[in-house]
Nanobody
């Protein structure tokens, strides 16, 4: 099964920026939607953003205007640019795909639904810590 790989996490001060990357070695992701999720200690995994194969994008309200999801020109890598980071953004961030072209969202929101990835592929996660 295809294994996604994330990178780019780290420690940043409030107001700072990080860019996360997600790829699948040896495989282009352009025909699939790719979602970003995060999980903070003691909390459930929550959807952050999704980019469809059409390049349509979706964002959780908590990150809208601060985070941007995109693909590189070669359609191999998906990025999550995170600006104006806040302490509450601290979490392990995962990318995932259910190998569908469209994003499956939680009803009445723009948050990707983690239940849609049951038969898909997850990355191993990358830690993002926002702290002074």
């Amino acid at each position: 099964q295809v294994q996604l790989v994330e990178s780019g996490g780290g420690l940043v001060q409030p107001g700072g920026s990080l860019r996360l990357s997600c790829g699948a070695p040896g495989m282009a992701l352009d025909i699939y939607s790719v979602s970003w999720f995060r999980q903070a200690p003691g909390k459930e995994r929550e959807g952050v953003s999704c980019i469809a194969s059409s390049d349509a994008t979706f964002y959780a309200d908590s990150v809208k205007g601060r985070f941007t999801v995109s693909r590189d020109d070669g359609k191999i890598t998906v990025y999550l640019q995170m600006n104006n980071l806040r302490p509450e953004d601290t979490a392990v961030y995962f990318c995932a795909t259910d190998f569908a072209p469209v994003c499956t969202l939680v009803r009445d929101t723009e948050r990707p639904d983690p239940r849609a990835i049951d038969s898909g592929s997850w990355g191993q996660g990358t830690q993002v810590t926002v702290s002074v």
